[in-house]
């Protein structure tokens, strides 16, 4: 079945001498991955510079449900990046993103349009944002929950603590060891109030805000199966410095 739609690119690796397999979130199919030729000449229409992390790119395949690698036929840049590729704070952040929705992504295999926009929204609010970005990863993973199914719950009044296994408010610490106690809780909540045009507000140390990374971080990790240790995250804490408060 011949399908057009728009992609998030996720991952992409070389395989061989001349091939290249793509894993890309779609808004129509869910996520797909996919393997395609380098073209010897810079005449070809799959031109390897469209697959770098979260480009957001229009593509046309051959879809076959049983296929576990699909056959790319034709690509094109959606909206090309401004600045992400050229400001190292940005980049360190869209690497990270990009490694992060490569894994947390595993499972969805569906079309979700609801997740698709927010993805693609977020990444062009980064890439057109000037100043005040600093949290930007914070909030994007703590709103990303949301459309997996893991958002935390707020519905226990005058709470201290946070289960991350049920991943909701408690009054009183559980019996397992995954929680946060109330001065750490705290910062679940500064998150839940984080959007991108209001983040710049809350003002985070460069501890503070690795501190909240580490939590989101162990938060997916007991949500998501199998979820690793990220390559790209020793990248973002080194270059993430305050120059981008």
Not at 114 to 125: A, E, P, Q, V
Request: aromatic share 12%; hydrophobic share 40%; with cysteine.
């Amino acid at each position: 079945m011949l399908v057009k739609t728009e992609a998030v690119v996720l991952h992409s690796f070389k395989y061989g001498e001349n091939r290249l397999i793509v894993d890309l979130f779609t808004r129509e199919h869910g996520r797909l991955s996919f393997i395609m030729s380098i073209p010897k000449t810079s005449k070809g229409r799959l031109k390897k510079q469209l697959f770098q992390p979260l480009s957001l790119i229009d593509v046309e395949c051959d879809l076959r449900p049983s296929v576990q690698l699909q056959h790319l036929r034709d690509a094109r840049m959606l909206d090309p990046f401004s600045s992400i590729p050229f400001e190292p704070a940005k980049l360190a952040i869209s690497l990270f993103l990009a490694e992060f929705l490569y894994y947390a992504l595993r499972g969805e295999r569906e079309s979700d349009p609801m997740l698709f926009d927010y993805m693609t929204n977020s990444i062009r609010w980064l890439d057109t944002a000037t100043t005040g970005y600093a949290n930007f990863h914070l909030a994007f993973l703590m709103r990303l929950s949301r459309f997996l199914g893991f958002y935390p719950n707020l519905s226990v009044e005058h709470s201290s603590f946070f289960d991350l296994r049920a991943g909701t408010f408690c009054t009183e610490a559980p019996l397992h060891r995954e929680f946060l106690a109330p001065e750490e809780a705290a910062h679940i909540q500064t998150m839940m109030r984080m959007d991108f045009q209001t983040m710049h507000l809350f003002r985070m140390s460069r501890h503070d805000r690795k501190r909240c990374l580490d939590v989101m971080l162990t938060y997916y990790r007991l949500h998501l199966p199998e979820f690793p240790e990220l390559q790209s995250l020793p990248v973002l804490q080194e270059l993430f410095d305050e120059k981008c408060l």
